[in-house]
């Protein structure tokens, strides 16, 4: 069974695979504070024992994301537009890549990832734990 019930079209994202990503400043050595903490936190260990990339990442949160939307609105018979979708995650897609927008660093770590689709608390843990600190 697959972790997705939508995916971005493999065209589209073939399209980033290639790019850098603007994590932003680089010292003379051409590290990147940004990178190394995105590598170090937000990056995930592929399959085949590699790290993801930045458009590997930002394809996993578009695709998860998108799939539990997609799941609620099926379960809850509301109406789905594939095609609507498609070009809003492409959107969304776009604007995580060039970081106009992120998701939450936890939302970085866990969305698309078995660990959302058993238990979607992991994504509200620190809001709850938040409100429960401020009573």
């Not at 990503?21 to 003379?28: C, K, L, N, Q, S």
């Not at 695709?63 to 997609?70: D, T």
């Not at 078995?114 to 994504?123: A, F, G, M, S, Y």
Request: aromatic share 14%; glycine share 8%; proline share 4%.
């Amino acid at each position: 069974m697959s972790l997705f019930s939508f995916r971005l079209n493999e065209e589209f994202v073939a399209g980033y695979k290639g790019k850098k990503a603007p994590f932003g400043y680089t010292d003379a050595a051409g590290n990147s504070v940004g990178e190394i903490t995105f590598l170090r936190t937000y990056s995930r260990l592929k399959d085949d024992g590699t790290k993801e990339t930045w458009s590997d990442v930002c394809e996993r949160v578009i695709n998860g994301m998108y799939s539990i939307q997609k799941d609620h609105c099926k379960s809850q018979r509301l109406p789905w537009n594939d095609s609507k979708a498609q070009a809003s995650a492409k959107e969304a897609f776009d604007r995580l890549f060039n970081l106009k927008w992120t998701p939450p660093g936890r939302g970085l770590w866990v969305m698309g990832t078995p660990i959302v689709t058993r238990n979607e608390t992991q994504l509200h843990y620190k809001t709850a734990h938040l409100f429960q600190q401020w009573r």
